[in-house]
């Protein structure tokens, strides 16, 4: 029996110091991690955080696109806009026009008018 409860005192300590080990390893590596979390760049970014500078030009760029787009855009309907009112002066006189050759027709095919 003395050796049994030999042994077990020996894996109950082996054990506890397993876990008491385990434990400060676990500690170790957060406290790591927090270091390492902390770390920043020249631009004061930090680390972890993948910043792509060619991402951040290329929407910048896209935003200069887009804003020429939209001045397109406010040109076009600018000249569409005029072009529906000269069409309307136009489609005026045109109307004019037709009922003036009308009048016109009208006169010429009497046969009362010499």
């Not at 409860?5 to 590596?29: D, H, Q």
């Not at 991402?55 to 806009?81: F, T, W």
Request: aromatic content about 8%; cysteine-free; proline content about 0%.
């Amino acid at each position: 029996m003395e050796w049994t409860s030999a042994l077990f005192e020996w894996v109950v300590g082996v054990g506890l110091t397993t876990v008491v080990a385990g434990l400060f390893t676990i500690y170790f590596k957060v406290k790591d991690l927090h270091q390492w979390h902390d770390k920043e760049d020249d631009a004061g970014v930090k680390v972890w955080y993948t910043r792509n500078q060619g991402m951040e030009e290329l929407l910048g760029r896209m935003v200069g696109i887009m804003e020429r787009v939209d001045r397109r855009e406010e040109r076009a309907l600018l000249i569409q806009n005029e072009n529906i009112k000269v069409m309307s002066e136009h489609t005026v006189a045109l109307t004019k026009l037709v009922a003036v050759v009308e009048a016109l027709a009208i006169i010429t095919t009497r046969k009362d008018v010499k």
